[in-house]
């Protein structure tokens, strides 16, 4: 049976975790009463803003994902929208007719792949961005080689990012990204299988068929 190991820190039955990165969470003093509607992509977004504040949750929300909106739910947050692509560019595009005359905040990362501000600027969305978390590599991981034939599950950019800051790649070894945007950030000498959706298991799936 081939070694499986999922970048993040979600925990699976016969799959070992490499926690490549870490979340920071940014603590901001953010006035809500100014806006209609908060755009959330990420569940870690969620869980800074909820970190360091309760007003969020008076806010109608507009989760990328139904992952994202279970966890502002489970926050007792108000889900207006779950997108239906899982995707940022496209995410934005559907979006567009439901934020038409509202004030809307952006929760982020300091650093994100998609042009999903751009895109609802361009077509007149009134919408302010917050980065309120960051992805930093893992310094404390120790270095180590891996099994012959191992499969590594990659769930964001930064996962890739930081995997061959720390580690080697070999040529028996097979990714699993999450979606095509990860892809985009792998090297040329990787092969690699792409998640039938955006979702980790649905990867996790995809690993143990492999």
Not at 166 to 191: Q, Y
């Amino acid at each position: 049976m081939k070694k499986i190991y999922l970048l993040n820190n979600l925990s699976f039955n016969n799959i070992e975790n490499l926690e490549v990165f870490k979340i920071r969470y940014i603590k901001k003093d953010i006035d809500f009463s100014k806006y209609d509607a908060i755009i959330f992509t990420s569940k870690n977004a969620v869980y800074s803003i909820d970190s360091f504040s309760s007003d969020w949750k008076k806010i109608p929300c507009y989760a990328i994902a139904p992952k994202t909106a279970k966890i502002i739910e489970s926050l007792n947050g108000k889900v207006e929208y779950i997108g239906k692509s899982g995707h940022g560019n496209d995410y934005a595009k559907e979006l567009i007719n439901h934020l038409e005359n509202k004030k809307t905040l952006y929760l982020r990362a300091s650093k994100t792949v998609s042009n999903l501000i751009s895109i609802l600027k361009e077509n007149k969305i009134n919408i302010d961005d917050e980065i309120i978390y960051e992805t930093i590599c893992n310094d404390e991981l120790k270095k180590r080689d891996f099994e012959l034939n191992s499969i590594f599950i990659f769930t964001s950019p930064s996962s890739v990012e930081c995997f061959f800051k720390k580690f080697n790649w070999h040529d028996s070894f097979t990714a699993i990204v999450i979606g095509n945007t990860t892809a985009k950030f792998l090297p040329n000498e990787v092969d690699f299988f792409v998640s039938s959706s955006t979702s980790v298991e649905e990867c996790v799936k995809l690993a143990q068929k492999l």
